[in-house]
């Protein structure tokens, strides 16, 4: 039994970067081996393995074979002959179809990236000094997903290009058919994980690139052609805005909801049944699709919110439920702030919307909501009556709040 550290944990560390999870291969088991040495098999499609001190994962060597369209149409060969070079050749790229052997690994707290342990039958090393993304062999078409993941580790290491023969073959996969039998939830997975990252303009240029944008965003791919309002910027530049929208979420370190918000903010011009539509295919987690829903239809109102009066104000407030949600408005703002730096010529500029408007919450606040409906009940009030009357005691305490109040 041979065991190597394989995949992005040998990748990041020759890249110099902090290694996070380790994934291993284990060469010339079988599972019974396996359960006898006390590891637990987790794997339902083939077998994975947690180390029983370290909980770590490990997978037997295995071969792939594709047998129908998308991403599960697969079958798995693992036997004791499969060869840890037939593994590696079964991988998307050649930066991560690079192996040590686990000796080497456990001599030091970092193991030695020049050692001669070092596996790399497929130019990985080369690939990574070159700063390219290569497919390792032609079984790269045989999984959608590979697209997406092409694209996410753009976002990731945003100065790595595409090789060309590489976006050659993603691009007829798109032709093919092939992203379209891939699902909902590993659509939203890998998008999700994109946004998350350093660039995650990158992401949406290698995905429109290859054309599969088109094919799983369609709202989003639309941005680059759809003509925006006279009071914004030119229709050309509606794509280039998003990217750069996405990318001053990133340099903000949003969480996904903002990021996600940010990527749809501009779909509908204020109307949201197209983010509607696009949320309940991908099946976006509730916390992002509702987030997204405000500053779709809030974030031109947010950011002319300075010329408001008090009574415009407080329903805009009540518009962003930001009573009953004040930390999902904290993030609404956020979101809202990406949108209004990225404009041209506000890129480094501040935010004043966002100290103004929580300054008008917290103020807004402050009335007593419990003694405005216990006093209204006692004179017979009831139902909208009593919300209006909590209303416009809103109003009034913002309007005593306003520079021009005294004036």
Known sequence: MQIYLVGGAVRDALLGLPVQDRDWVVVGATPEAMLAQG????????????????????????????????????????????????????????????????????????????????????????????????????????????????????????????????????????????????????????????????????????????????????????LWSAPRPAQRRPKSDAGAHLMQVLNLSAQLEAPLPVRFACLTHDLDNGNVKRLKDLCARLRVPTECRELAEVVAREHDHILGSGALDAEALVHLLERCDAFRKPQRFAQVLQACECTARAREGVENGGYPQRERLLQTLACAQQVARNSIATDAISTGAAGPRIGEMIHQARVAAVAASLPSAGA
């Not at 991988?91 to 020049?114: C, G, H, P, W, Y």
């Not at 290491?157 to 993603?170: I, K, Q, R, S």
């Not at 798109?174 to 994109?194: I, N, P, S, Y």
């Open 39 to 222: 590891y637990l098999a987790v794997g339902r499609d083939f077998p994975v393995f947690l180390h029983p001190q370290t909980h770590e994962e490990y997978a037997l060597a295995r071969t792939e074979r594709k047998t129908a369209r998308g991403y599960h149409g697969f079958a798995f060969h693992t036997a004791p002959d499969v060869t840890l070079e037939q593994d590696l050749a079964r991988r998307d790229l050649t930066i991560n179809s690079i192996a040590i052997s686990e000796d080497t690994v456990k001599t030091s707290a970092s193991f030695d990236i020049n050692s001669a342990a070092l596996i790399d039958p497929w130019g990985g090393q080369q690939d990574l000094r070159a700063k390219v993304f290569r497919h390792v062999t032609d079984a790269f078409r045989e999984d959608p997903v590979r697209v997406l993941r092409v694209a996410r580790f753009a976002a990731r290491f945003a100065d790595f290009g595409v090789a060309p023969e590489t976006m050659n073959l993603m691009r007829d996969m798109v032709r093919r058919g092939e992203v379209d039998a891939l699902v909902a939830e590993r659509v939203w997975q890998e998008l999700a994980r994109g946004l998350m990252e350093h660039t995650p303009s990158r992401m949406f240029e290698v995905l429109r690139d290859c054309g599969a944008l088109q094919r799983l965003l369609p709202e989003v791919d639309r």
